[in-house]
T-cell receptor
Framework: ETGVTQSPTHLIKTRGQQVTLRCSSQSGHNTVSWYQQALGQGPQFIFQYYREEENGRGNFPPRFSGLQFPNYSSELNVNALELDDSALYLC??????????????FGAGTRLSVL | GESVGLHLPTLSVQEGDNSIINCAYSNSASDYFIWYKQESGKGPQFIID?????DKRQGQRVTVLLNKTVKHLSLQIAATQPGDSAVYFC??????????????FGTGTQLKVEL
């Protein structure tokens, strides 16, 4: 177990709706990254949060947004859901974003289905 | 463009045999690589990492080899066990403009252990 917890485990939404996914990082970790994993693919980086600020972003539209809280937990929000947003959403926490060796530890993910 | 790719999508081995999973990368400036294992219904689990100033690194039953000349990584699993059945990803750790790091994953290799 990595100590990274995500909720909910599964979620079903319809096209156009909004969704919020949650992540609690491993104790002592101040950096949270979010990834989207489509079926049969490797995870794709969405963004990273460090000390409540977005620290970097992948190639995802603005309707993907996030927050990090003072306790380092994080939320991923997706507005105007599209069918292609159906995927496993993974949260990873790490000790700090700038270390030469920055191991990211993953949660089990939230499986989102958009109908 | 930058990519991290795997040579074989599926690898079947007999229990007790050694497994070798290969990975190619395209960015010669990459300096840190990680192998993850992902079991069905779970998030990626850190296995082992290697920096570009090393050619080889060993862990418990696993060895990672890095050949910078041909931009190739391999993960060797000794005495493969049924519990090793999973999808294996190599990931390239890349710096972000904001100072953080992101992981770029390949598609993955499905390892199947036959009894």
């Amino acid at each position: 177990e990595t100590g990274v917890t995500q909720s909910p485990t599964h979620l079903i939404k319809t096209r156009g709706q909004q969704v919020t996914l949650r992540c609690s990082s491993q104790s002592g970790h101040n950096t949270v990254s979010w990834y989207q994993q489509a079926l049969g693919q490797g995870p794709q980086f969405i963004f990273q949060y460090y000390r409540e600020e977005e620290n970097g972003r992948g190639n995802f539209p603005p309707r993907f947004s996030g927050l990090q809280f003072p306790n380092y937990s994080s939320e991923l929000n997706v507005n105007a859901l599209e069918l292609d947003d159906s995927a496993l959403y993974l949260c990873a926490s790490s000790l700090n974003p700038r270390g030469a060796k920055n191991i990211q530890y993953f949660g089990a993910g939230t499986r989102l289905s958009v109908l | 463009g930058e990519s991290v790719g795997l040579h074989l999508p599926t690898l079947s081995v007999q229990e007790g045999d050694n497994s070798i999973i290969n990975c190619a990368y395209s960015n010669s400036a990459s300096d840190y690589f990680i192998w993850y294992k992902q079991e069905s219904g779970k998030g990626p689990q850190f296995i082992i990492d290697i920096r570009s100033n090393m050619d080889k690194r060993q862990g418990q039953r696993v060895t990672v080899l890095l050949n910078k000349t041909v931009k190739h990584l391999s993960l060797q699993i000794a005495a493969t066990q049924p519990g090793d059945s999973a999808v294996y990803f190599c990931a390239e750790n890349k710096g972000l403009t904001g100072g953080g790091n992101k992981l770029t994953f390949g598609t993955g290799t499905q390892l199947k252990v036959e009894l």
